[in-house]
């Protein structure tokens, strides 16, 4: 009896498929080197630099310069021409010279004092009655802060 040939798995496969990826293989690498080409020509500009991709951070533009300034609640920082022109470098000592809601304007006169500058000194030689006024005046602390039974107990 002659002995049958005997191959493999693997060699019976590859020579089945072998031919249909040699015909494929041309069309996909011409589709890919297409692909390609088209996204490098959206990504240059004209004079030839790359274009900057999207979604990068772009730069905060410069913030212009404070002219006007008011002491309320929502005041942050103390602009350098309102240090300039009290001489006060905090918003507290700035709201207890001239008052909450104070309004400083560059290159203006300063908001009038109200009573807690030179009133103040007024009454306080006025005697003890003025004192006690000025204790009531109102005086800012902060809350100390919230124990909570859970928190506390070390649940």
């Known amino acids: 009896m002659p002995q049958a040939r005997r191959d493999t798995l693997d060699s019976i496969v590859a020579a089945a498929i072998a031919p249909a990826i040699a015909r494929a293989s041309g069309s996909i690498a011409r589709a ?3 692909m390609v080409a088209g996204e490098l020509e959206k990504q240059l500009v004209p004079n030839g630099r790359a274009r900057q991709a ?4 772009t730069r ?5 310069e404070i002219t006007k300034w008011v002491a309320d609640r929502r005041a942050r920082r103390v ?3 309102v240090i300039e ?3 006060l470098d905090t918003k507290k000592k700035i709201v207890a010279k001239y008052g909450e ?4 304007e560059k290159s203006k006169p300063l908001p009038h004092e109200t009573g807690t500058g030179a009133a103040r000194e007024m009454k ?3 005697g ?3 004192a006690r006024e000025m204790k009531a005046a109102r005086e800012v602390k902060a809350k100390p802060p919230t124990i909570r039974k859970a928190a506390a107990s070390g649940k």
């Open 101 to 104: 809601d104070a309004v400083f």
């Open 128 to 130: 003890i009655g003025a």
């Open 124 to 126: 306080m030689k006025a």
């Open 60 to 64: 905060r533009s410069a913030r212009g």
């Open 79 to 81: 602009p350098n021409f």
């Open 85 to 87: 022109a009290t001489g």
């Open 54 to 57: 999207r979604g990068a951070a």
């Open 32 to 34: 890919i080197a297409a």
